[in-house]
Protein backbone atom coordinates (compact mmCIF):
# COMPACT_ATOMS: atom_id res chain seq x y z
CA UNK A 1 0.00 0.00 0.00
CA UNK A 2 1.20 3.31 -1.12
CA UNK A 3 2.32 5.78 1.60
CA UNK A 4 -0.52 8.80 1.25
CA UNK A 5 1.39 12.15 2.35
CA UNK A 6 0.17 15.95 1.31
CA UNK A 7 2.29 18.84 0.40
CA UNK A 8 3.22 21.22 2.86
CA UNK A 9 2.28 25.30 1.36
CA UNK A 10 4.57 27.33 2.63
CA UNK A 11 2.60 29.96 5.01
CA UNK A 12 4.41 33.43 4.00
CA UNK A 13 4.18 31.97 0.20
CA UNK A 14 1.16 31.81 -0.10
CA UNK A 15 -0.20 35.12 1.89
CA UNK A 16 2.00 36.86 -0.70
CA UNK A 17 1.11 35.39 -3.58
CA UNK A 18 -2.45 35.94 -2.34
CA UNK A 19 -1.11 39.80 -1.93
CA UNK A 20 -0.32 40.05 -5.23
CA UNK A 21 -4.26 38.91 -6.59
CA UNK A 22 -3.45 35.06 -6.97
CA UNK A 23 -6.78 32.83 -6.15
CA UNK A 24 -6.45 31.46 -2.48
CA UNK A 25 -7.14 27.82 -3.83
CA UNK A 26 -4.09 28.29 -6.93
CA UNK A 27 -2.06 30.29 -4.51
CA UNK A 28 -2.38 27.15 -2.26
CA UNK A 29 -1.27 24.80 -4.65
CA UNK A 30 1.82 26.86 -6.52
CA UNK A 31 3.29 27.69 -2.49
CA UNK A 32 3.23 23.84 -2.30
CA UNK A 33 5.71 23.97 -5.33
CA UNK A 34 7.72 25.94 -4.00
CA UNK A 35 6.36 29.49 -5.92
CA UNK A 36 7.08 32.33 -3.64
CA UNK A 37 6.43 35.35 -6.37
CA UNK A 38 3.15 35.81 -9.20
CA UNK A 39 6.06 36.69 -11.15
CA UNK A 40 6.84 32.49 -11.28
CA UNK A 41 3.39 31.78 -12.72
CA UNK A 42 3.26 34.38 -15.55
CA UNK A 43 2.41 32.70 -18.96
CA UNK A 44 3.42 35.88 -20.89
CA UNK A 45 6.16 36.19 -23.37
CA UNK A 46 7.89 39.30 -21.84
CA UNK A 47 8.59 37.01 -18.30
CA UNK A 48 10.73 34.43 -20.40
CA UNK A 49 14.19 34.44 -19.79
CA UNK A 50 15.93 36.82 -22.16
CA UNK A 51 18.98 35.01 -25.15
CA UNK A 52 21.59 36.61 -23.55
CA UNK A 53 21.58 35.34 -20.78
CA UNK A 54 22.29 32.19 -22.26
CA UNK A 55 26.40 31.39 -22.48
CA UNK A 56 27.36 31.40 -25.82
CA UNK A 57 24.09 31.93 -27.17
CA UNK A 58 25.58 35.52 -28.71
CA UNK A 59 28.56 33.46 -29.90
CA UNK A 60 26.27 31.14 -31.78
CA UNK A 61 24.46 33.50 -33.39
CA UNK A 62 27.57 35.36 -34.96
CA UNK A 63 28.81 31.85 -35.94
CA UNK A 64 25.43 31.38 -37.87
CA UNK A 65 25.45 35.15 -39.06
CA UNK A 66 28.45 35.43 -40.75
CA UNK A 67 27.61 31.46 -42.33
CA UNK A 68 23.90 33.28 -43.75
CA UNK A 69 26.13 35.78 -45.15
CA UNK A 70 28.56 33.93 -46.86
CA UNK A 71 25.90 31.70 -48.07
CA UNK A 72 27.63 29.01 -46.63
CA UNK A 73 25.72 25.15 -46.04
CA UNK A 74 24.24 24.75 -42.91
CA UNK A 75 23.20 20.89 -41.92
CA UNK A 76 21.70 20.00 -38.53
CA UNK A 77 22.38 16.56 -36.69
CA UNK A 78 19.23 15.74 -35.06
CA UNK A 79 18.47 13.26 -32.56
CA UNK A 80 15.93 10.51 -33.25
CA UNK A 81 13.40 11.67 -30.08
CA UNK A 82 10.77 13.80 -30.08
CA UNK A 83 12.98 16.05 -28.46
CA UNK A 84 15.79 16.02 -31.29
CA UNK A 85 13.01 16.08 -33.88
CA UNK A 86 11.49 19.17 -32.78
CA UNK A 87 14.48 21.28 -32.36
CA UNK A 88 15.39 19.64 -35.78
CA UNK A 89 12.25 21.32 -36.96
CA UNK A 90 12.43 24.93 -35.25
CA UNK A 91 16.28 24.44 -35.83
CA UNK A 92 14.64 24.24 -40.27
CA UNK A 93 12.30 26.63 -40.16
CA UNK A 94 13.65 29.49 -38.27
CA UNK A 95 16.84 29.24 -40.04
CA UNK A 96 14.92 29.41 -43.17
CA UNK A 97 12.73 31.77 -42.53
CA UNK A 98 16.08 33.81 -41.29
CA UNK A 99 17.50 33.28 -44.82
CA UNK A 100 19.95 30.15 -44.46
CA UNK A 101 20.59 27.06 -46.38
CA UNK A 102 20.09 24.62 -44.47
CA UNK A 103 19.43 20.78 -44.32
CA UNK A 104 19.13 18.24 -42.36
CA UNK A 105 20.53 14.88 -41.45
CA UNK A 106 19.49 11.81 -38.88
CA UNK A 107 21.41 9.34 -37.49
CA UNK A 108 20.07 5.76 -37.99
CA UNK A 109 20.05 4.40 -34.35
CA UNK A 110 20.01 1.11 -35.35
CA UNK A 111 23.44 1.58 -37.25
CA UNK A 112 25.38 4.70 -35.72
CA UNK A 113 23.98 4.50 -32.54
CA UNK A 114 23.33 8.32 -30.57
CA UNK A 115 24.63 11.72 -31.82
CA UNK A 116 27.64 13.24 -33.30
CA UNK A 117 30.09 9.96 -34.04
CA UNK A 118 32.75 10.04 -36.17
CA UNK A 119 30.45 7.80 -38.19
CA UNK A 120 27.72 10.03 -38.73
CA UNK A 121 29.74 12.57 -39.79
CA UNK A 122 32.04 11.05 -42.58
CA UNK A 123 27.94 10.31 -43.79
CA UNK A 124 27.41 14.24 -43.37
CA UNK A 125 30.01 15.02 -45.20
CA UNK A 126 29.21 13.53 -48.34
CA UNK A 127 26.52 16.34 -48.49
CA UNK A 128 29.91 19.23 -48.02
CA UNK A 129 28.18 21.07 -45.04
CA UNK A 130 30.16 24.32 -43.74
CA UNK A 131 28.89 24.10 -40.44
CA UNK A 132 27.04 21.24 -38.79
CA UNK A 133 24.99 22.48 -35.75
CA UNK A 134 23.63 19.20 -33.48
CA UNK A 135 20.61 19.48 -31.35
CA UNK A 136 19.24 17.79 -28.65
CA UNK A 137 23.43 15.89 -29.04
CA UNK A 138 26.78 16.97 -28.97
CA UNK A 139 27.85 17.61 -25.63
CA UNK A 140 29.36 13.99 -25.82
CA UNK A 141 30.44 13.80 -29.34
CA UNK A 142 34.48 14.73 -28.46
CA UNK A 143 35.55 11.81 -31.14
CA UNK A 144 32.61 13.41 -33.63
CA UNK A 145 33.40 16.71 -33.11
CA UNK A 146 37.37 15.76 -33.51
CA UNK A 147 36.46 13.97 -37.13
CA UNK A 148 34.46 16.91 -38.44
CA UNK A 149 37.24 19.51 -37.37
CA UNK A 150 39.95 16.99 -39.35
CA UNK A 151 37.26 17.05 -41.85
CA UNK A 152 37.74 20.84 -41.86
CA UNK A 153 33.69 20.92 -41.04
CA UNK A 154 33.03 23.83 -38.36
CA UNK A 155 30.91 22.24 -35.48
CA UNK A 156 28.00 24.54 -33.43
CA UNK A 157 26.83 22.30 -30.43
CA UNK A 158 23.35 22.95 -28.45
CA UNK A 159 22.23 20.62 -26.20
CA UNK A 160 21.18 20.06 -22.95
CA UNK A 161 22.64 16.64 -21.60
CA UNK A 162 24.53 16.68 -18.90
CA UNK A 163 28.56 17.24 -20.18
CA UNK A 164 31.66 14.73 -19.42
CA UNK A 165 34.68 15.64 -18.00
CA UNK A 166 35.91 15.86 -21.37
CA UNK A 167 34.12 18.61 -23.54
CA UNK A 168 33.81 18.70 -27.59
CA UNK A 169 36.61 21.06 -29.25
CA UNK A 170 33.41 22.61 -31.19
CA UNK A 171 33.51 26.26 -32.77
CA UNK A 172 30.96 26.88 -30.00
CA UNK A 173 28.81 25.06 -27.60
CA UNK A 174 25.55 25.66 -25.95
CA UNK A 175 24.22 24.31 -23.09
CA UNK A 176 22.52 25.16 -20.02
CA UNK A 177 24.17 22.40 -18.25
CA UNK A 178 27.97 23.10 -19.14
CA UNK A 179 30.26 24.26 -16.59
CA UNK A 180 30.68 28.41 -16.68
CA UNK A 181 26.72 28.62 -17.78
CA UNK A 182 24.91 30.54 -15.30
CA UNK A 183 21.69 30.61 -17.45
CA UNK A 184 18.63 30.44 -14.58
CA UNK A 185 16.57 27.59 -16.37
CA UNK A 186 18.89 24.42 -16.58
CA UNK A 187 15.62 22.57 -17.27
CA UNK A 188 15.43 23.82 -20.95
CA UNK A 189 15.14 21.01 -23.52
CA UNK A 190 16.59 20.77 -26.49
CA UNK A 191 13.90 22.00 -28.23
CA UNK A 192 14.35 25.16 -26.10
CA UNK A 193 18.30 25.35 -26.18
CA UNK A 194 17.94 25.60 -30.13
CA UNK A 195 15.24 28.36 -29.89
CA UNK A 196 17.00 30.45 -27.30
CA UNK A 197 19.90 30.37 -30.24
CA UNK A 198 17.12 31.60 -32.75
CA UNK A 199 16.40 34.03 -31.10
CA UNK A 200 19.98 35.34 -30.91
CA UNK A 201 20.40 34.80 -34.12
CA UNK A 202 17.60 36.85 -35.36
CA UNK A 203 18.74 39.94 -33.07
CA UNK A 204 22.53 39.52 -34.35
CA UNK A 205 20.76 39.47 -37.87
CA UNK A 206 18.78 42.76 -36.68
CA UNK A 207 21.94 44.18 -35.03
CA UNK A 208 23.42 43.76 -38.53
CA UNK A 209 20.24 45.42 -40.59
CA UNK A 210 19.31 42.05 -42.39
CA UNK A 211 15.48 43.71 -41.91
CA UNK A 212 16.08 46.78 -43.06
CA UNK A 213 14.19 45.79 -46.32
CA UNK A 214 12.07 42.89 -45.01
CA UNK A 215 10.06 41.77 -42.57
CA UNK A 216 11.14 40.08 -38.95
CA UNK A 217 10.05 36.43 -39.02
CA UNK A 218 7.99 36.00 -35.87
CA UNK A 219 9.74 33.33 -34.23
CA UNK A 220 7.09 32.59 -31.63
CA UNK A 221 5.00 31.08 -34.36
CA UNK A 222 7.35 28.35 -33.30
CA UNK A 223 6.01 27.61 -29.96
CA UNK A 224 3.93 25.16 -31.00
CA UNK A 225 6.70 22.63 -31.63
CA UNK A 226 9.27 23.93 -28.67
CA UNK A 227 5.93 23.04 -26.18
CA UNK A 228 5.87 19.98 -28.14
CA UNK A 229 9.35 19.01 -27.58
CA UNK A 230 9.26 20.54 -23.83
CA UNK A 231 6.32 17.84 -22.88
CA UNK A 232 7.60 15.09 -24.87
CA UNK A 233 11.14 15.28 -23.27
CA UNK A 234 9.95 15.29 -19.82
CA UNK A 235 11.88 17.99 -18.70
CA UNK A 236 11.26 19.63 -15.53
CA UNK A 237 8.22 22.48 -16.06
CA UNK A 238 10.17 24.97 -14.09
CA UNK A 239 8.99 29.20 -14.67
CA UNK A 240 10.36 29.42 -18.16
CA UNK A 241 9.59 26.01 -19.47
CA UNK A 242 5.62 26.52 -18.34
CA UNK A 243 5.97 29.81 -20.49
CA UNK A 244 7.46 28.12 -23.10
CA UNK A 245 4.79 25.07 -22.91
CA UNK A 246 1.63 27.66 -22.23
CA UNK A 247 2.16 29.74 -25.09
CA UNK A 248 2.22 26.79 -27.48
CA UNK A 249 -0.62 25.61 -26.24
CA UNK A 250 -2.10 29.11 -26.74
CA UNK A 251 -1.34 28.60 -30.15
CA UNK A 252 -2.80 25.51 -30.72
CA UNK A 253 -5.88 26.23 -29.36
CA UNK A 254 -6.55 29.24 -31.20
CA UNK A 255 -6.04 27.46 -34.42
CA UNK A 256 -2.38 28.73 -34.92
CA UNK A 257 -0.45 24.93 -34.88
CA UNK A 258 1.78 24.33 -38.06
CA UNK A 259 0.14 21.68 -39.88
CA UNK A 260 1.94 18.82 -39.15
CA UNK A 261 0.76 18.94 -35.00
CA UNK A 262 -2.76 19.71 -35.87
CA UNK A 263 -2.32 16.60 -37.93
CA UNK A 264 -1.12 14.57 -35.45
CA UNK A 265 -3.26 15.85 -32.66
CA UNK A 266 -6.34 14.58 -34.91
CA UNK A 267 -4.95 11.50 -35.73
CA UNK A 268 -4.25 10.94 -31.98
CA UNK A 269 -8.38 11.94 -31.41
CA UNK A 270 -7.91 15.11 -29.40
CA UNK A 271 -9.47 18.51 -29.84
CA UNK A 272 -6.88 21.84 -30.88
CA UNK A 273 -9.21 24.00 -28.78
CA UNK A 274 -8.60 21.85 -25.91
CA UNK A 275 -5.31 20.83 -25.85
CA UNK A 276 -3.24 19.95 -23.02
CA UNK A 277 0.18 19.10 -21.49
CA UNK A 278 -1.17 15.48 -20.76
CA UNK A 279 -2.75 15.38 -25.15
CA UNK A 280 1.26 16.60 -26.40
CA UNK A 281 2.75 14.04 -23.43
CA UNK A 282 0.29 10.90 -24.37
CA UNK A 283 -1.21 12.04 -27.43
CA UNK A 284 1.19 13.83 -30.02
CA UNK A 285 4.39 12.96 -28.89
CA UNK A 286 4.23 9.32 -28.63
CA UNK A 287 3.60 9.69 -32.29
CA UNK A 288 6.81 11.60 -33.24
CA UNK A 289 8.98 9.15 -31.01
CA UNK A 290 7.42 6.00 -32.93
CA UNK A 291 9.28 7.08 -35.82
CA UNK A 292 12.62 7.18 -33.86
CA UNK A 293 12.20 4.14 -32.16
CA UNK A 294 10.61 1.95 -34.77
CA UNK A 295 11.96 3.20 -37.82
CA UNK A 296 13.34 6.60 -39.38
CA UNK A 297 12.53 9.80 -37.33
CA UNK A 298 13.06 11.47 -40.66
CA UNK A 299 9.02 11.29 -41.31
CA UNK A 300 8.42 12.55 -37.55
CA UNK A 301 10.65 15.54 -38.53
CA UNK A 302 8.92 15.91 -42.04
CA UNK A 303 5.48 15.92 -40.20
CA UNK A 304 6.58 18.96 -38.26
CA UNK A 305 8.19 21.54 -41.84
CA UNK A 306 5.81 20.84 -44.20
CA UNK A 307 3.62 23.59 -44.11
CA UNK A 308 1.35 21.41 -47.05
CA UNK A 309 -2.42 20.38 -44.59
CA UNK A 310 -2.47 17.46 -47.12
CA UNK A 311 1.31 15.81 -46.78
CA UNK A 312 1.00 16.32 -42.86
CA UNK A 313 -2.29 14.32 -42.38
CA UNK A 314 -0.50 11.56 -44.75
CA UNK A 315 2.71 11.57 -42.55
CA UNK A 316 0.83 11.75 -39.62
CA UNK A 317 -1.40 8.91 -40.45
CA UNK A 318 2.14 7.07 -41.13
CA UNK A 319 3.38 8.14 -37.63
CA UNK A 320 -0.37 7.13 -35.78
CA UNK A 321 0.36 3.52 -38.06
CA UNK A 322 4.08 2.89 -36.37
CA UNK A 323 2.99 4.19 -33.03
CA UNK A 324 0.18 1.33 -33.13
CA UNK A 325 3.18 -1.18 -33.85
CA UNK A 326 4.99 0.11 -31.35
CA UNK A 327 2.56 -0.65 -28.77
CA UNK A 328 2.07 -4.40 -29.58
CA UNK A 329 5.84 -4.88 -29.56
CA UNK A 330 6.13 -3.00 -26.18
CA UNK A 331 3.06 -5.06 -24.82
CA UNK A 332 4.83 -8.56 -26.00
CA UNK A 333 8.43 -6.88 -24.16
CA UNK A 334 6.45 -5.96 -20.77
CA UNK A 335 4.97 -9.45 -20.53
CA UNK A 336 8.01 -11.19 -20.92
CA UNK A 337 9.87 -8.83 -18.58
CA UNK A 338 7.02 -8.88 -16.04
CA UNK A 339 7.55 -12.77 -16.28
CA UNK A 340 11.09 -12.67 -15.73
CA UNK A 341 10.09 -10.89 -12.43
CA UNK A 342 7.54 -12.91 -11.33
CA UNK A 343 8.87 -14.28 -7.79
CA UNK A 344 11.38 -11.18 -7.43
CA UNK A 345 10.80 -9.58 -3.91
CA UNK A 346 11.30 -6.28 -4.78
CA UNK A 347 12.27 -5.18 -1.38
CA UNK A 348 15.50 -7.55 -2.16
CA UNK A 349 17.04 -5.55 -4.52
CA UNK A 350 17.66 -1.52 -5.17
CA UNK A 351 17.38 -1.76 -9.01
CA UNK A 352 16.33 -3.67 -11.74
CA UNK A 353 18.38 -4.95 -15.00
CA UNK A 354 17.04 -6.89 -17.51
CA UNK A 355 17.54 -8.18 -21.00
CA UNK A 356 16.12 -10.51 -23.60
CA UNK A 357 17.34 -11.40 -26.72
CA UNK A 358 14.35 -10.66 -28.94
CA UNK A 359 13.64 -6.94 -27.36
CA UNK A 360 13.44 -4.56 -29.63
CA UNK A 361 15.96 -1.61 -29.19
CA UNK A 362 13.56 1.30 -30.58
CA UNK A 363 11.36 0.34 -27.20
CA UNK A 364 13.32 -0.42 -23.96
CA UNK A 365 13.66 2.81 -22.59
CA UNK A 366 9.87 2.64 -22.28
CA UNK A 367 9.78 -0.58 -21.15
CA UNK A 368 12.24 0.25 -18.35
CA UNK A 369 9.46 3.40 -17.32
CA UNK A 370 6.87 0.54 -17.36
CA UNK A 371 9.17 -1.87 -14.66
CA UNK A 372 10.21 1.82 -12.89
CA UNK A 373 7.06 3.25 -12.33
CA UNK A 374 5.64 -0.63 -11.34
CA UNK A 375 8.36 -0.85 -8.64
CA UNK A 376 9.54 1.84 -7.99
CA UNK A 377 13.37 1.33 -8.39
CA UNK A 378 16.04 2.60 -10.85
CA UNK A 379 15.59 0.34 -14.08
CA UNK A 380 17.56 -0.98 -17.04
CA UNK A 381 16.54 -2.90 -20.19
CA UNK A 382 18.75 -3.79 -22.79
CA UNK A 383 18.72 -5.05 -26.21
CA UNK A 384 21.39 -6.78 -28.19
CA UNK A 385 22.98 -5.64 -30.94
CA UNK A 386 24.14 -7.45 -34.16
CA UNK A 387 27.44 -7.73 -32.90
CA UNK A 388 26.84 -9.14 -29.47
CA UNK A 389 26.78 -5.65 -27.79
CA UNK A 390 24.13 -4.44 -25.47
CA UNK A 391 22.05 -1.17 -25.53
CA UNK A 392 19.93 -0.15 -22.99
CA UNK A 393 17.82 2.56 -21.54
CA UNK A 394 17.26 3.42 -18.01
CA UNK A 395 14.73 5.62 -16.03
CA UNK A 396 14.89 6.61 -12.45
CA UNK A 397 12.92 7.63 -9.73
CA UNK A 398 13.80 10.79 -7.30
CA UNK A 399 16.39 11.33 -5.52
CA UNK A 400 18.58 8.99 -7.78
CA UNK A 401 20.95 10.68 -10.51
CA UNK A 402 20.89 7.91 -13.11
CA UNK A 403 23.48 9.72 -15.68
CA UNK A 404 25.78 10.52 -12.42
CA UNK A 405 25.26 6.71 -11.33
CA UNK A 406 26.49 5.56 -14.84
CA UNK A 407 29.38 7.90 -14.43
CA UNK A 408 30.67 6.45 -11.37
CA UNK A 409 29.74 2.55 -12.54
CA UNK A 410 31.93 3.38 -15.93
CA UNK A 411 34.86 5.15 -13.66
CA UNK A 412 34.87 2.40 -11.07
CA UNK A 413 35.09 -0.44 -14.40
CA UNK A 414 36.74 0.93 -17.14
CA UNK A 415 35.80 -0.48 -20.20
CA UNK A 416 32.30 -1.85 -19.62
CA UNK A 417 30.79 0.95 -20.60
CA UNK A 418 31.49 2.08 -24.38
CA UNK A 419 29.25 5.25 -24.16
CA UNK A 420 26.69 6.50 -21.99
CA UNK A 421 24.79 9.63 -21.75
CA UNK A 422 21.38 11.46 -20.03
CA UNK A 423 19.62 12.83 -17.35
CA UNK A 424 18.90 12.48 -13.73
CA UNK A 425 15.87 10.99 -14.53
CA UNK A 426 16.66 8.93 -17.77
CA UNK A 427 20.09 7.96 -19.42
CA UNK A 428 21.39 5.59 -22.51
CA UNK A 429 24.09 3.17 -22.28
CA UNK A 430 26.07 0.72 -24.50
CA UNK A 431 27.91 -2.16 -22.89
CA UNK A 432 30.85 -4.28 -23.68
CA UNK A 433 30.33 -7.45 -24.82
CA UNK A 434 29.41 -9.94 -22.09
CA UNK A 435 29.31 -7.51 -19.35
CA UNK A 436 25.20 -7.44 -18.21
CA UNK A 437 25.82 -9.37 -15.52
CA UNK A 438 28.63 -7.14 -14.11
CA UNK A 439 26.93 -3.91 -14.92
CA UNK A 440 24.18 -5.21 -13.04
CA UNK A 441 26.03 -6.28 -9.80
CA UNK A 442 27.86 -2.79 -10.27
CA UNK A 443 24.89 -0.48 -10.95
CA UNK A 444 22.98 -2.46 -7.74
CA UNK A 445 26.25 -1.31 -5.88
CA UNK A 446 25.72 2.22 -6.62
CA UNK A 447 21.62 1.65 -5.99
CA UNK A 448 22.47 0.49 -2.53
CA UNK A 449 25.11 3.09 -1.52
CA UNK A 450 22.88 6.31 -2.50
CA UNK A 451 19.61 4.92 -2.05
CA UNK A 452 17.83 5.07 1.68
CA UNK A 453 14.59 2.33 2.15
CA UNK A 454 12.63 5.86 2.43
CA UNK A 455 13.50 5.78 -1.05
CA UNK A 456 12.15 2.78 -2.16
CA UNK A 457 8.83 3.08 -0.88
CA UNK A 458 6.04 4.66 -3.34
CA UNK A 459 4.31 7.27 -2.30
CA UNK A 460 1.54 9.39 -3.71
CA UNK A 461 1.94 13.09 -3.27
CA UNK A 462 -1.22 15.11 -2.64
CA UNK A 463 -2.67 18.38 -2.12
CA UNK A 464 -5.03 17.23 0.65
CA UNK A 465 -8.59 17.45 0.95
CA UNK A 466 -10.92 20.18 -0.36
CA UNK A 467 -13.92 20.93 0.94
CA UNK A 468 -17.41 20.26 -0.57
CA UNK A 469 -17.36 23.95 -1.57
CA UNK A 470 -13.86 23.55 -3.58
CA UNK A 471 -15.36 20.79 -5.43
CA UNK A 472 -16.45 22.78 -8.44
CA UNK A 473 -16.51 23.19 -11.89
CA UNK A 474 -15.30 26.49 -11.95
CA UNK A 475 -12.22 25.28 -10.03
CA UNK A 476 -11.57 22.64 -12.27
CA UNK A 477 -11.52 24.85 -15.03
CA UNK A 478 -9.33 27.11 -12.96
CA UNK A 479 -7.09 23.94 -12.81
CA UNK A 480 -6.87 23.77 -16.57
CA UNK A 481 -5.58 26.63 -17.04
CA UNK A 482 -2.69 26.16 -15.54
CA UNK A 483 0.50 24.40 -17.28
CA UNK A 484 1.48 21.12 -14.84
CA UNK A 485 3.16 18.74 -15.32
CA UNK A 486 7.30 17.12 -14.71
CA UNK A 487 8.53 19.37 -11.77
CA UNK A 488 5.11 21.01 -11.47
CA UNK A 489 2.72 17.84 -11.13
CA UNK A 490 -1.07 18.44 -11.37
CA UNK A 491 -2.93 18.47 -8.16
CA UNK A 492 -4.32 15.72 -6.33
CA UNK A 493 -6.58 15.58 -3.92
CA UNK A 494 -7.75 13.37 -0.75
CA UNK A 495 -11.35 12.43 0.11
CA UNK A 496 -13.65 10.22 2.00
CA UNK A 497 -16.85 8.91 -0.37
CA UNK A 498 -19.81 6.95 -0.42
CA UNK A 499 -20.22 4.87 -3.60
CA UNK A 500 -23.42 5.20 -4.45
CA UNK A 501 -23.37 3.48 -7.72
CA UNK A 502 -20.77 2.00 -10.20
CA UNK A 503 -21.63 0.88 -14.15
CA UNK A 504 -18.87 -0.36 -16.57
CA UNK A 505 -17.84 1.46 -19.34
CA UNK A 506 -15.33 0.24 -22.04
CA UNK A 507 -15.10 -3.24 -20.73
CA UNK A 508 -12.62 -2.11 -17.78
CA UNK A 509 -13.29 1.31 -16.67
CA UNK A 510 -15.77 2.28 -13.76
CA UNK A 511 -18.28 5.32 -13.67
CA UNK A 512 -19.04 5.66 -10.08
CA UNK A 513 -21.88 8.37 -8.66
CA UNK A 514 -20.08 9.15 -5.28
CA UNK A 515 -21.34 11.13 -2.26
CA UNK A 516 -19.78 14.03 -0.13
CA UNK A 517 -22.15 15.31 2.35
CA UNK A 518 -25.56 15.97 0.77
CA UNK A 519 -23.95 16.02 -2.93
CA UNK A 520 -23.42 13.31 -5.78
CA UNK A 521 -20.11 13.82 -7.93
CA UNK A 522 -19.42 11.98 -10.81
CA UNK A 523 -15.90 10.15 -11.22
CA UNK A 524 -14.25 7.52 -13.24
CA UNK A 525 -11.77 5.09 -12.29
CA UNK A 526 -9.96 4.03 -15.31
CA UNK A 527 -8.45 0.34 -15.68
CA UNK A 528 -10.97 -1.23 -12.95
CA UNK A 529 -14.42 -2.12 -13.74
CA UNK A 530 -14.88 -2.95 -9.31
CA UNK A 531 -16.78 -4.07 -7.43
CA UNK A 532 -15.86 -1.01 -4.92
CA UNK A 533 -17.00 -1.13 -1.26
CA UNK A 534 -19.68 0.82 0.12
CA UNK A 535 -17.35 3.80 1.51
CA UNK A 536 -13.63 4.37 -0.30
CA UNK A 537 -11.14 7.07 0.52
CA UNK A 538 -9.97 8.24 -2.47
CA UNK A 539 -6.70 10.34 -4.53
CA UNK A 540 -8.60 11.76 -7.19
CA UNK A 541 -8.29 14.99 -9.73
CA UNK A 542 -10.81 17.24 -10.60
CA UNK A 543 -12.09 17.03 -14.20
CA UNK A 544 -14.30 18.41 -16.57
CA UNK A 545 -15.71 15.40 -19.03
CA UNK A 546 -16.50 16.95 -22.47
CA UNK A 547 -19.24 14.64 -23.99
CA UNK A 548 -21.99 15.70 -26.82
CA UNK A 549 -21.52 18.99 -26.73
CA UNK A 550 -21.86 19.12 -22.64
CA UNK A 551 -18.96 19.77 -20.24
CA UNK A 552 -19.41 18.95 -16.59
CA UNK A 553 -17.29 18.18 -13.25
CA UNK A 554 -15.92 14.99 -12.67
CA UNK A 555 -13.53 13.34 -10.46
CA UNK A 556 -10.95 10.67 -11.52
CA UNK A 557 -9.96 8.40 -8.81
CA UNK A 558 -6.59 7.64 -9.07
CA UNK A 559 -6.11 5.83 -6.06
CA UNK A 560 -8.60 4.57 -3.43
CA UNK A 561 -8.51 1.86 -0.18
CA UNK A 562 -11.78 0.98 1.50
CA UNK A 563 -12.52 3.76 3.93
CA UNK A 564 -11.30 2.56 7.56
Not at 224 to 244: H, P, Q, S
Not at 426 to 451: D, H, I, K, M, N
Not at 479 to 501: D, I, K, M, S, Y
Request: glycine share 10%; aromatic share 6%; net charge negative.
Amino acid sequence: MPEIVTRHADPDALERLVECGVDVRLARLFAARGVTDAAEVSSGLPSLIPPTALTHADNAASLLADAIAAGKRILIVADYDADGATACAVGIRALRALGARVDYIVPDRFKFGYGLTPEIVRVAAERRPDLLVTVDNGIAAVEGVAEANRLGIAVLVTDHHLPGDQRPDAACIVNPNQPGCEFPSKALAGVGVIFYVMLALRAELRARGAFADRKEPNLAELLDIVALGTVADVVKLDANNRILVAQGLERIRAGRACAGIAALIEAAGREARRASVSDLGFGVGPRINAAGRLEDMTVGIECLITDDAQRATELAGKLDKLNRERREIEADMQESALQMLEGLDAGEDCSLTVHHPQWHPGVVGLLASRLKDRLNRPAFAFAAEPDGRLKGSGRSIAGFHLRDAIDLVSKRHPGMIERFGGHAAAAGLTLSVGQLEPFSRAFESVAREWLDPAALERRIETDGELTDPEITFDFAQALRGVVWGQGFPEPRFTGRFAVQGTRVVGEKHARLTLGSGSRKLAAIRFGEAGPFPARIDAVYRLDINEYLGNSTLQLVVEHWSPAA
